[in-house]
């Protein structure tokens, strides 16, 4: 093939409208309703052609009517303005400006993709969408946060169908020059790199490049630069392109790279360094061991860095399906970390911090998530069920604690409603209320009518079939370059028809094809020709999953049949672009995961927000809001015997759902032909789901329990020259090595008869054996609650006992004494036991170490 150079050519802007250029440059157009209509006026088709983006939309603008605009004395004022607001929106104090001092300066946050626009095509679902918006929030909100991820020359990759419903995967070349981003260069212009040493001599190098999303700078790396050999400039060539080594050098950039690429942008733009790292699920997690490399380089030990990195990373783990965590070979990781690639750390220590075998794993491997575990002192899951799904997946790593001491917490993810909501209600909410927040809004206000509402629905309803029609009509375009377009297509779909929306990427466990169980019944509730359904399908299996290309197959080829085809569609290209259209049009959203495998799932977020209705499996963020008004649960058949009868029993549960509830409810019209009953669900929907559903709100709670605490942690730790910092490596390997000698000799209770009643106080004395510990590096306590089926105990509450000054004569020898008192304040089954665990101020919990002593039952 023959190397064809490229570049993108910017188009002349008249110095008039160099507010467009500034308005253009940072990403907020993408949440920015107003800049975003001042775009459209410039030119309506070329916006829509260029996908809704200022910087390639521009380049398409004819000089004419530039020279047109720039004559417009109107226009001009307008976009002044805009860009005085931008400024404006830049520097003023925001929410985090008003927290107390001491706060971090700098935060960064770690991410292998990030989904901010349609034109930054960087993303391949829920976790990069979900970056952006945390991105997105922490701008509005004022959090000082760096986005630290990479440049991949071909995003994901652009989905087209065959047409006998093959997904087919093609690569388009992104020109970063045609991207709203910008080099990082040094002062005297030379772009600044960032290089790694590889075994047998090699070295990578990546360029960095910046994007403004509001207020939060994103450094992207790139390795498709002239300083590489030929195979390592596609090392960011694809997202999750590679396995193996392209994926593993993929990781090291982002984690290894993306630091220095931090301390030089730092340097160039006057930003202190982070106080905090948040590693967006492992695939960044060597982001800690370039940090413990340069501590050392300044005379700390590993394990004394290692407390330093800890106190000041958080960790957020995404999911509990397995080919979602990174693992490789411990071969490869020895050959990576034998050489000169971080000083100070040896490949065992990286070893030692990825092994899975105390989580019940292969010796033969070195496992990411479990080395983010390890490397952070805070850690949580996406909603409260998958917070406690991962401290059931990890607690292999804190040996003998009950499942609930995990120190693995969750906050429920959220999304960015600026970017998310449908523009007519949030002019709704500008006209009825005057505010553009539509969370602060009361939807119940009977002043606003179901008339008005029902009126923004359809409207929403009417903008996603027309582009739903677009959209099959470009591809029957490119797939058939020779033939007329079919009239069916102007057919497809019908505004006054109730719309269900399903789309998501299409790993198994999200189960695309259930609501193909039973075709015929499906084709039934479709057809019903008094009370139709139609159902809008997207989503990209990945391109080396095959069985999810069939389920795509499988469902396109149901979508083909000329009677079905107007009621049920499948848009190819699932992405941003699309999902702006597709969750405001929904009247439902439907989700059916296999239970608990949907960490948190965001669409049906999104979609709520948007006065859709959820129809879901009780899993991920629903399990937590479902309340009977804002949608319908489908049962899960979590005691079937084997999937193919679990699949056909919620199957059922969602066709019995349709038929006999939900779609009545849609159609049950009073005598002004509005649902009532619909429209106060609607209502409901987005008047209580709006705030706890937000970005907002997940950043505001990130900044609260994780970011200042772990910032305070750090301070800590570093005082006065990381004393503190010695001090707990000190301790922790003090108490490592006493540990094997440590037990609860013996335990007494008394003061409750042989039927115990509520309001007796059991009296508790326990004899344990210290070692070389002293009473106060332990905690001796006494753990108690209900005891479960599998022999531990749940719902568990620890109080400490006191070690006794005078100690009775009865005490075993070389044992101190403990003793005190538990209150029975609660009827039903109660157990107890005591344990030593340890103890430090600098300990975020008693688990942290996995490390406890229990008496023997
Ligand atoms: C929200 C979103 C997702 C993630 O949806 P889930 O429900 O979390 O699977 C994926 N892709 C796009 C384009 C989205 O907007």
Request: charged share 25%.
């Amino acid at each position: 093939m023959k190397a064809i150079r490229r570049f993108t050519v910017r188009a002349l802007i008249p110095e008039s409208l160099t507010s467009l250029t500034a308005l253009a440059a940072n990403l907020r157009w993408s949440w920015h309703e107003p800049t975003q209509r001042l775009f459209d006026e410039i030119a309506p088709d070329v916006w829509r052609e260029s996908d809704h983006d200022p910087i390639s939309g521009l380049g398409l603008v004819t000089p004419e009517r530039l020279a047109e605009l720039a004559a417009d004395a109107d226009f001009v004022g307008r976009a002044d303005a805009l860009h005085a607001d931008l400024r404006r929106y830049l520097q003023e104090p925001r929410w985090y400006q008003g927290l107390a001092d001491p706060k971090p300066q700098t935060i960064a946050y770690f991410s292998p993709e990030f989904g901010i626009a349609a034109a930054l095509p960087q993303y391949s679902g829920g976790l990069g969408i979900l970056a952006g918006d945390h991105l997105k929030s922490a701008s509005d909100l004022g959090v000082p946060l760096v986005g630290v991820g990479l440049l991949y020359r071909s995003g994901y990759f652009a989905q087209t169908i065959t047409n006998d419903g093959w997904q087919q995967e093609s690569y388009p070349v992104q020109d970063p020059d045609g991207l709203p981003v910008t080099v990082l260069r040094e002062p005297d212009g030379t772009p600044v790199t960032v290089t790694l040493a590889l075994p047998d001599d090699r070295s990578l190098s990546a360029r960095v490049w910046i994007a403004e999303v509001g207020r939060v700078p994103l450094l992207l790396l790139d390795t498709d630069i002239p300083e590489n050999v030929a195979d390592l400039r596609g090392v960011t060539d694809r997202l999750y392109g590679g396995g193996g080594e392209h994926r593993l050098l993929q990781e090291l950039l982002l984690g290894i790279g993306g630091v220095r690429a931090i301390k030089q942008w730092s340097e160039l733009t006057d930003h202190a360094l982070p106080q905090v790292y948040h590693s967006n699920e492992g695939h960044a997690g060597f982001l800690g061991l370039e940090r413990i490399s340069d501590l050392v380089g300044n005379g700390l030990s590993f394990d004394e860095a290692l407390q330093l990195v800890r106190g000041g990373t958080v960790f957020t783990t995404h999911t509990p399906v397995p080919a979602g965590i990174d693992r490789f070979d411990r071969e490869v990781i020895t050959r990576y970390f034998s050489g000169d690639l971080l000083p100070g750390v040896a490949a065992p220590d990286v070893l030692a911090l990825g092994d899975e075998t105390a989580n019940g794993g292969s010796a033969d491997v070195f496992n990411l998530a479990i080395m983010g575990l390890r490397l952070a002192q805070r850690a949580n899951g996406v909603s409260r069920l998958h917070g406690e799904v991962s401290r059931a997946m990890f607690r292999g790593l804190w040996p003998g604690f009950d499942v609930s001491d995990v120190p693995i917490t969750s906050i429920t993810n959220g999304v960015h409603a600026p970017s998310w909501t449908d523009p007519s209600l949030v002019d709704l909410a500008v006209d009825r209320w005057g505010t553009t927040d539509t969370s602060r809004a009361d939807w119940s206000d009977p002043s606003l009518s179901d008339a008005e509402l029902w009126s923004r629905k359809h409207g929403m309803r009417e903008r996603l079939v027309a582009d739903v029609r677009r959209r099959i009509a470009d591809g029957y375009r490119s797939q058939n370059p020779q033939a007329v377009l079919p009239s069916w297509i102007d057919e497809l779909l019908d505004p006054e028809v109730l719309t269900i929306g399903f789309a998501r990427r299409v790993p198994s466990y999200k189960r695309l094809t259930l609501m193909l169980r039973d075709p015929d019944r499906l084709r039934a509730i479709l057809l019903d020709p008094e009370r139709p359904v139609q159902i809008v399908v997207a989503g990209k299996a990945h391109p080396a999953d095959d069985d999810g290309k069939r389920l795509i197959q499988h469902l396109v080829r149901f979508a083909q049949d000329p009677e079905l085809r107007s009621r049920i569609v499948f848009l190819p290209d699932y992405g941003i672009g699309m999902a702006k259209t597709l969750y405001p049009g929904c009247d439902v959203w439907l989700n059916n995961p296999l239970r608990p495998l949907e960490a948190c799932g965001t669409s049906g977020m999104k979609a709520a927000l948007n006065g859709a209705l959820n129809l879901s499996i009780l899993d991920g963020w629903w399990n937590e809001y479902a309340d009977g008004e804002n949608g319908w649960v489908i049962p899960s058949a979590d005691g079937a015997a084997d999937d193919e009868e679990r699949d056909a029993l919620e199957a059922t549960a969602l066709y019995e759902i349709l038929e006999h509830q939900l779609v009545p409810r849609f159609y049950e019209r009073e005598d002004d032909g509005l649902p009532q009953r619909w429209m106060q669900m609607v209502r409901h929907t987005i008047s209580t789901l709006s705030e706890p559903l937000s970005a907002d709100r997940m950043v505001r709670e990130y900044t609260e329990r994780m970011y200042l605490p772990a910032a305070a942690m750090e301070r800590e730790l570093n005082a006065s020259d990381q004393q503190r910092a010695r001090e707990l490596a000190a301790y922790k390997q003090r108490v490592r090595e006493a540990w094997p000698q440590l037990a609860v000799a013996h335990v007494e209770s008394g003061g409750v008869d042989a039927v115990p009643q509520v309001g007796d106080v059991l009296r508790l004395r326990a004899y344990v054996q210290l070692g070389s510990l002293s009473p106060e590096d332990v905690t001796v306590e006494v753990v108690c609650g209900v005891p479960g089926t599998g022999g531990e105990l749940l719902d568990i509450r620890t109080q400490p006992l006191e070690q006794q000054q005078s100690p009775s004569t009865s005490r075993p020898e070389h044992t101190l004494e403990y003793a005190g008192t538990l209150p029975l304040d609660r009827a039903g089954g109660f157990g107890y036991t005591v344990r030593i665990v340890p103890r430090h101020e600098l300990l975020l919990t008693p688990a942290e170490l996995g490390l406890v002593a229990v008496a023997d039952q």
